[in-house]
């Protein structure tokens, strides 16, 4: 699958945080967005961003992972984390996609991750029809939203937690993440080549192994997405 999970570690230990986002790391079709100490911190993020995978412990102060997990859009996916053996049967009663008990080996972190892509396949299907038929998308910028045609878009630049979007006579900023917007875009006009870089097809004025130029400006191919971005470029 080529699209870039986002995703975001929610666990009040900061070593289980670091374990898990070292795990994640391995795999290049995650992304994580960001690692959070509480939910209340995760709810922020997620108000502002999009996210579509969270592993969430379940025994934190406060808000506990299960009454998070309720609060948040059904459309996003959870697999739990917890040493506690014991809260498995209400995890997989929120229709979690897996439950790991700590510590977590890369191994069955892995067994996860291959879970929820088999959820995430079938819920692409149905809205890959719905993406490469809309022509536009509107994003907000200056306190209003602004819509940008597909036309217009040359390529998307990424500042860590806001973007840039370049278009034909404007450059439009955004407070979201690239992998965020990237969701948006429907696969058949736009292509990612970078963590920060994502490319209109129709714009792209040449090649080669290591940068696609559009708009006369050169812009790095990461070796992450090489193999995936020439095979996809010579293929068009």
Known sequence: MSKTISCIIVDDESIARDIIASHLSKIDTIEVTAQCKNAIE??????????????????????????????????????????YRDYAVEGFDLQAVDYLLKPIAFSRLLQSVNRYFEVFSSFKETTTNTLDNNDFIFVRSDRRMQKINFDDLYYIESYSDY??????????VTRETITAIEAK???TRFLRIHRSYIVALEHI???????????????SISRSYKKEVLKHLENF
């Open 185 to 187: 875009l429907p696969k």
């Open 205 to 219: 004025q040449s090649f080669t192994n290591d940068h696609v130029t559009v708009n006369r400006k050169a812009l």
């Open 42 to 83: 995760a709810f922020n993020f997620m108000s502002n961003n999009t996210v579509d995978l969270v592993f969430l412990d379940i025994n934190m102060p406060e808000i506990s992972g299960i009454a998070f997990a309720k609060s948040i859009n059904k459309d996003i996916k959870i697999i739990f984390t917890t040493a």
């Open 163 to 172: 973007i840039k979007i370049y278009l034909s006579d404007s450059v439009i």
